[in-house]
């Protein structure tokens, strides 16, 4: 079992930033990718972000330019710097961990809530 618990989630205004973090505990697999899915009120989940343990990233095009993930192996710990928010980027963010090689199952965090508004 991998435990994560995500905070820094909150209230901005357009424009503005926010820094999420995720920090995993428990059973975990060096071999790993964390990242950062979003869901907004009725929509699917969808991936914001990911990043390997060797540090290869990939981000949804929405989010390219604004958003920036990295982690701190020894913390076990993934974070997602997301600048120019917009309304759009309104939704429930996940934090997501996953092993690298099979068998590839993955846990989920309970989510933090992005609001962009003025």
């Known amino acids: 079992q991998v435990q994560l618990v995500e905070s820094g989630g909150g209230t901005v205004q357009p424009g503005g930033s926010l820094t999420l973090s995720c920090a995993a505990s428990?059973?975990?697999?060096?071999?790993?990718?964390m990242g950062w899915y979003r869901q907004a009120p009725g929509k699917q989940r969808e991936l914001v972000a990911r990043?390997?343990?060797?540090?290869?990233?990939n981000y949804a095009d929405p989010v390219k330019g604004r958003f920036t993930i990295s982690r701190d192996n020894t913390k076990n710990t993934v974070y997602l710097q997301m600048t120019s928010l917009q309304p759009e980027d309104t939704a429930v963010y996940h934090c997501?961990?996953?092993?690298?090689?099979?068998?590839?199952?993955?846990?989920w965090g309970q989510g933090t809530q992005v609001t962009v508004s003025s």
């Open positions: 990043i390997t343990t060797s540090g290869s990233t």
């Open positions: 997501n961990w996953k092993r690298s090689i099979p068998p590839q199952y993955g846990y």
């Open positions: 428990g059973n975990i697999f060096n071999l790993n990718i």
